[in-house]
């Protein structure tokens, strides 16, 4: 029960209204039927959240190092308020600076306050040892994450250094600034069937705050336990806030039965049983939402009725509606949607809207998409994934070629994960060296690390950085892209073929394991030789060549062979090419893999699309050999590698620049320094500007 407005004062400078409680907590945010609504003006009323999700890390560091300093969170949150975004989610405790600046940042602000929802980690490691959410292990290691977490927020809490985790003296007050509480992870179906097999006959949870209705799950039981447990902290500082834990589509309440992956529609979980019971901030239901992803999004034909404003059946947007529906009367919010800006892609969605693929624009375009069908179908928030690109992150795609433990050290194209944010992370040189057949900024960089090798056909300078090679020469005449392609062999490991058919018996004296052909008549790709191929070795459903040494397009597989569970059929395995290389008159820069202006040739190559799992210790994926464990490819140091041009005219079908026998000596190798350090440039991509728009538009 409530009684008067108030005024709470923060610093000296910005106050922030609230309602105060008969029990004399102070509360800025509530949940109502299905809305979420804001105190202002000594009034409550309806607010959308237009969120985005926060990652605790930088390139060059995984996520328990915590590296974000007071100045990156200020520049950022400057940058997040202009998008138009009124609420940042993070997922676990950030150091003290994160809270520090956020509350610096909004004392000084001349608007609307920028908003925080405040998750806490599940502690994963123990629930997977246990196999039991219930356990007493998992729910005191829960609810000391919840004290940490509470005590940084309201600022009363020095948490001792511990691996992995935030640690520090947390003495700023953020609490006026706190949005909701966002509770756990994504739940791992296996765990939750587990957990109400083995507690089948527990009771319901009935706490001071929270319940479960008589039909919840002891999985859900024990969630509304953390959700009283959480409340209790925050009514120790006098406050009130929303709560909610996190859900995704795996685990969503409800019935997929076009879904050919069984564990993604075992066990569900509930939001619905569960309820507030001495709670006036309330409770809403959080999902974790992408258009490509679980498969019945693909396979179903429950929505072939729900149309989108182009006419086309959307199976994203049914979903919503479904989602929404089964949730009367209880808010509920969207806490990620989005696509990827990558090269390599590990899922096919409709409508294009695949797990990766995409230029920036496109990333936009999607993202934008999604965020109007979240709006327009009475979601009361929408939290776009994810701020800032993440390097260290794993894609099941792109694991199997990588070295482990190492990915935050450079920037994998390849990898879909890496690419998910508005804010890129791009590697070191990308300001550096513009693809656009100009060379003045590379004479930049020759008193630099420019290494100048010459062939017989052509000088060669090259460089690197976190995510590419570099390439640029003078040809030794212009070229007729319409008639001539200009070809680099690679040559990066011990093996391959030494004639390839295409070099029309020119003799190699080491094989190539990739090729990159730049052209007009033909496409201009990044090609692999067969026994090499990565994609062949992994997967047998995969198809190639076969034929030594005919280089074939660089594939990667976005889906395992699929039984559909009503009619029976096979579904087939699918996979994508993904060595594209983008002509800079054709694309944004961003996206410029290579130009040639007359004599001029510049390109970059990513590492990955060289057969490299770890550059910065010089790392690369090997042939096959007798010891190679099954999903999993060989890796083996290298000291370089070396570039072969050629020109192939394909009226005098002539290769010039070649002449054999090709000696390696005619060829130098390309050697660098292995790194341990990163360097990078965030840089806003389109799809920021795209979002801010759309953003700022909704109320329109």
Partial sequence: MTVAGSWFLVGSTKMTESEQLQNGSQMTFRTQDDQFEVYRDESWSPLFIKGINMGATLPGHFPGELPISKDDYLRWFEMIDEMGVNTIRIYTIHPPVFYEA?????????????????????????????????????????????????????????????????????????GPYLAAWHIGTEWSPDLVQQTNDKHSDDPAFSGTYFGTTENASPFESWLAELLDYTAEQESKRGWQHPMTFTN?????????????????DMVSVDPTHIEETNWDAGYFASYHAYPYYPDFLRFTNQYDDVKNEDG??????????????????????????????????????????????????????????????????????????????????????????????????????????????????????ADDVKIDGELDDWRELEQKDVEKTATPLTDLNLTHDEGYVYVSARLPEDIDLEKQSVYIGVDSVDGGTDTPPLLRGVQLEEGLETMIRLSEWEKSEVLIEPTYDFHTRLYEEASGSGQEGTFQPWKMAV????????????????????????????????????????????????????????????????????????????????????????????????????????STEAYPLYEWKKWQETAYDEKRKASYYMMKEALQGLEQ
Avoid at 250 to 264: G, I, M, N, V, Y
């Fill in 312 to 429: 086309k059946v959307d199976t994203y947007l049914g979903y919503l509606k479904d989602l929404k529906d089964y949730h009367d009367g209880l808010p509920v919010m969207i806490s990620e949607f989005g696509v990827p800006s990558s090269r390599g892609s590990a899922h096919n969605g409709p409508l294009g809207r695949d797990q990766g693929g995409h230029s920036e624009q496109e990333q936009g375009k999607h993202a934008v998409d999604q965020l109007h069908h979240i709006y327009n179908e009475g979601f009361s928030g929408a939290l776009l994934f994810t701020w800032q690109d993440e390097w260290f992150k794993k894609t099941w795609n792109a694991m199997p070629s990588s070295t482990d433990h190492r990915e935050a050290f450079w920037f994998n194209a390849l990898s879909a994960e890496e690419s998910y944010g508005v804010l890129g992370m791009y590697p070191g040189k």
């Fill in 102 to 174: 956020l509350v610096e940042y909004n004392e000084a602000a001349q608007g609307d306050p920028l908003y925080f929802m405040q998750g806490v980690w599940s502690p994963v490691n123990i629930m997977d040892d246990t196999g039991d959410a219930l356990s007493n292990r998992v729910l005191q290691a829960f609810k000391q994450e919840i004290d940490h977490a509470a005590g940084a927020v309201y600022g009363d809490i020095q948490i001792p250094e511990q691996d992995g985790k935030a640690s520090g003296d947390y003495t700023t007050d953020a």
């Fill in 559 to 662: 889906s395992l062979p699929l039984r559909h569970p009503l009619t029976q059929e096979e579904i087939p395995f699918e996979d994508v090419e993904v060595g594209q290389m983008n002509r800079a008159s054709l694309v944004n820069q961003e996206e410029a893999d290579w130009e040639i202006k007359g004599r001029v040739l510049e390109m970059r190559i990513p590492w990955g699309l060289l057969g490299f799992s770890d550059p910065s210790t010089k790392q690369a994926v090997g042939y096959p050999s007798s010891e190679q464990m099954e999903g999993n490819l060989p890796k083996e140091t290298v000291d370089g590698i070396r570039l072969l041009p050629w020109i192939y005219d394909k009226e005098r079908e002539e290769i010039l620049g070649l002449s054999s026998p090709v």
């Fill in 248 to 264: 995704w589509m795996t685990t969503d309440p409800l019935e997929h039965p076009q879904e050919p992956q069984k564990r993604e």
